[in-house]
């Protein structure tokens, strides 16, 4: 996956309903890790129609929140190719569709003395420690200590299927990736990449 630095300000929840999950899902040359699960005896392929939840877990307010209506827009166009249909006002679907966005922290990096290929010290040219002290050409010393200590973010996407009957989930798909800035410049670029990554691994193909 693709590793980006981020602020510990990006760890809430409640942001990605506040700028559509911005910071959600994009994967690297090859594509992100997607995991899936099936019940037993799921019958997927037998349901016509689907629904959305009447709470989605992506909605943490008394609203539908941007992210909720930018998922449903994509899930709606998989589900669609795939041969399903969007249940009509009033109509019982055969399916429900959740979705849930999920963040976690961890912290990479070190603090310690950092080597430098040299210095101009105040007093000019120089060999030896500085101690802190700037450094401004070639030579050889200390240049004092590193701290490259950082938060990284993750967000995790899950897409629930649901058997409407029994209000049992049939199958689920999730993706994770760390932050980037793009991602937070283009939440719904990347919301839609990380639902098409998703439907890739759906037990029922989309129509070609």
């Known amino acids: 996956m693709m590793a980006s630095k981020s602020h510990g ?3 809430k929840i409640g942001l990605f309903a506040s700028c559509a999950a911005a910071a959600v899902l994009a994967g690297c040359a090859t594509g992100p890790v997607v995991r899936t699960q099936t019940a037993a005896g799921a019958n997927l392929v037998g349901a016509h129609t689907f629904a959305y939840v009447k709470r989605l877990g992506t909605d943490h307010g008394p609203y539908h929140s941007l992210t909720s209506q930018r998922l449903e827009r994509d899930v709606t166009q998989q589900m669609e190719a795939r041969g399903y249909t969007l249940a009509k006002e009033g109509q019982k679907p055969d399916l429900l569709v959740d979705f849930h966005i999920t963040t976690h922290n961890r912290v990479e990096g070190g603090f310690g003395p950092m080597f430098s290929s040299g210095y101009w010290g105040p ?10 002290w ?16 950082q938060t990284i973010s993750t967000a995790a996407l899950t897409i629930t299927v649901i058997n409407a009957q029994d209000r049992m989930a049939v199958w689920s798909g999730t993706t994770a990736s760390d932050f980037t800035w793009r991602m937070m410049d283009h939440p719904d670029w990347a919301l839609d990449k990380a639902v098409r990554h998703i439907f890739a ?8």
């Open 134 to 149: 700037p450094y401004y050409g070639p030579g050889w010393g200390w240049g004092g200590y590193y701290n490259d200590v």
């Open 9 to 11: 300000t990006y760890k």
């Open 123 to 132: 007093w000019g040219w120089g060999y030896g420690p500085t101690w802190g």
């Open 201 to 208: 691994h759906y037990p029922v193909h989309a129509a070609r």
